[in-house]
């Protein structure tokens, strides 16, 4: 199993630029979900997933959009980036949302110039 | 959102030595868990806890769920040099993980 996988690794946009985030995972998990890691914060939950065709939004929500059309993939959209969005990005999943098992895929970092 | 707050921010220990950390809350939760990150990588979960006054192990590893359910702590015995990285506290609740803002670790040989 490959687990969680993310892509791109780093990225770099510009103000006003859309791009979409790509996170897959392997192991038939039903919850998934996305956060972003700012030095001092923490991770923070953007948007989660309990399963294909579900969506809810975390604690930060505002200029992210997702959707999950197969249980293995869970890609987060910026629509129009701002420098405030500058973070690094954690894709996680578990078995279902009633396991507290996370896996965390390696993180995409993303600059916003 | 739910504040978390880790203490202390940062250790630094000599090789060998018990370490202990804190979470607190103002809310309550339903399960604590305790996670570590090493630099570039993705949090890796150590324990999870589902009960107030929860004691649990994992090797080296010991944690507690507190009593009125705000908060949690992590205990590291005999540290090593590998122990060295990023400790995250998480609560759960509501279908939502909220994490503390981190206690990062230095073991000095």
């Known amino acids: 199993n490959a687990g969680v996988t993310q892509t791109p690794k780093f990225q770099v946009l510009k103000t006003g630029q859309s791009m979409t985030l790509q996170c897959a995972q392997d192991?038939?998990?039903?919850?998934m979900s996305w956060y972003r890691q700012d030095p001092g914060m923490g991770l923070r939950l953007i948007h989660y997933?309990?399963?294909?065709?579900?969506?809810d939004q975390g604690e930060v929500p505002n200029g992210y959009n997702v959707s999950r059309s197969t249980t293995e993939d869970f890609p987060l959209r910026l629509l129009s980036a701002a420098p405030s969005q500058t973070s690094v990005y954690f894709c996680?999943?578990?078995?279902?949302?009633?396991?507290?098992?996370?896996?965390f895929g390696p993180g995409t970092r993303l600059t916003v110039t | 959102g739910q504040q978390l707050n880790q203490s202390p921010q940062s250790m630094f220990i000599q090789e060998g030595e018990d370490v202990s950390m804190n979470c607190t809350s103002s809310?309550?939760?339903?399960?604590w868990l305790w996670y570590k990150q090493d630099p570039g990588e993705g949090p890796v979960l150590l324990i999870a806890l589902y009960k107030a006054g929860e004691l649990t192990s994992n090797g080296r590893l010991t944690a507690q769920f507190g009593i009125t359910r705000k908060d949690s702590f992590l205990n590291i015995s005999a540290s090593i040099p590998s122990d060295v990285g990023i400790y995250f506290c998480a609560g759960h609740i509501s279908n939502q993980f909220y994490f503390g803002t981190g206690t990062s670790l230095t073991v000095i040989p």
């Open positions: 809310s309550i939760f339903n399960t």
């Open positions: 192991m038939n998990h039903e919850y």
């Open positions: 996680a999943s578990s078995y279902s949302f009633y396991s507290y098992e996370q896996y």
């Open positions: 997933s309990v399963g294909a065709g579900i969506t």
